[in-house]
């Protein structure tokens, strides 16, 4: 079993940053990737960026690329999502995941994180 506890987040005005970061701990060996995503009211979760052990597979929605940057730290085992020139349909529950290989569907969350863009 896998443990993800996030950190970050909050409420900024459009144009600004914010830091997402996400430990795991537990089984942390059988974890192959880890990513982010986000839900909005009303909407449906979706990928914002992930990236694989090794760091040679890593995606990004197109409505984030330019703007974030996701990066894992295998020997702490966190990973962190530094968002810059955010926007106010940035706003979004975030959820740090991660899973094991050959799989694909996500199948550890975090707790989620709130964060508010204001216009």
């Known amino acids: 079993q896998v443990h993800l506890v996030q950190s970050g987040g909050g409420l900024v005005q459009a144009g600004g940053s914010l830091r997402l970061s996400c430990a795991a701990s537990g089984r942390t060996v059988s974890i192959y990737a880890m990513g982010w995503f986000r839900q909005a009211p009303g909407k449906d979760r979706e990928l914002v960026s992930s990236?694989?052990?090794?760091?040679?597979?890593?995606v990004y929605a197109d409505s984030v690329k330019g703007r974030f940057t996701i990066s894992r730290d295998n020997a702490e085992n966190t990973v962190t999502l530094q968002m810059n020139s955010l926007k106010p349909e940035d706003t979004a529950v975030y959820y740090c995941?991660?899973?094991?290989?050959?799989?694909?569907?996500?199948?550890?969350w975090g707790q989620g994180t709130q964060v508010i863009v204001s216009s």
């Open positions: 990236t694989n052990w090794s760091g040679d597979n890593t």
């Open positions: 995941a991660a899973k094991r290989r050959g799989l694909i569907q996500f199948e550890y």
